[in-house]
């Protein structure tokens, strides 16, 4: 069987994808990706063999190309980095096709972080977008805010079962019903980062109530205090 591998391609703006990730594409023979992945990488593509999928036909058309795949290369294109908030295709990938090599991309977790002056090191990161459940994922919010902590978290669209959302309003009522103070709570709400569509909210919490985003958004919960190394001069003294 010839190389298979899952790739992150960033963002959504091209410039994000990596050299290494754009010499695999170029040099694969088969892509199979998610229509706004592809997007990103669209000018890379030329010549390949290209399935377009969604989260209903990706099992059938993973499966259909095992069998004739052969010695050709196959490539997996993930939004972000493969290694964030994609495990369970990742994993059945794997089932699949067994060895699958895995190519890191810049994930919008580090651009929202970068844009809202968070630093990772000193955040929670956590993501709402699996199909489990997210009721432990819940709690980890509560915790990682009581906590003081700033969280970057990804949300969970669900257009299909809208009683399954948990996108930004929704969240922002969950927290009010949690007795958390969401009128003094700092928030930032992108979408579509590092696209010509990026749009960015900041304000508090409970401004966020009974707006809709879409399944492209991200939220940040500052609570970062500056903690730059003049405050710990008495480390450099002799």
Not at 147 to 155: A, N, R
Request: net charge negative; aromatic share 8%; hydrophobic share 40%.
């Amino acid at each position: 069987m010839g190389k298979i591998y899952a790739v992150g391609v960033g963002p959504g703006s091209p410039k994000y994808v990596t050299e290494i990730v754009k010499e695999i594409i170029q040099s694969c023979d088969i892509v199979i990706g998610y229509k706004y992945t592809l997007k990103t990488i669209e000018d890379l593509l030329e010549g390949k063999e290209i399935h377009e999928i969604t989260m209903s036909n990706q099992e059938e058309s993973f499966q259909k190309i095992l069998p004739v795949l052969g010695e050709r290369s196959l490539v997996i294109p993930f939004t972000g980095d493969v290694n964030f908030s994609e495990s369970e295709v990742v994993d059945r990938l794997i089932e699949i096709f067994g060895d699958v090599e895995i190519i890191p991309g810049i994930s919008s977790i580090q651009v929202a972080a970068s844009k809202a002056q968070v630093p990772l090191d000193k955040s929670k990161v956590i993501t709402m977008h699996v199909t489990t459940s997210i009721e432990e994922k819940k709690l980890d919010l509560q915790k990682a805010l009581i906590d003081g902590f700033s969280v970057i978290l990804v949300p969970r669209p669900w257009p299909s079962q809208p009683e399954k959302n948990f996108m930004p309003s929704e969240i922002a009522i969950y927290l009010k019903e949690n007795n958390f103070p969401t009128e003094d709570m700092k928030v930032h709400v992108f979408e579509a980062l590092t696209t010509e569509n990026e749009t960015s909210l900041v304000g508090v919490v409970k401004d966020l109530e009974g707006k809709e985003f879409s399944d492209l958004s991200l939220m940040v919960f500052n609570q970062t205090r500056l903690d730059s190394y003049m405050n710990y001069r008495w480390q450099w003294k002799n």
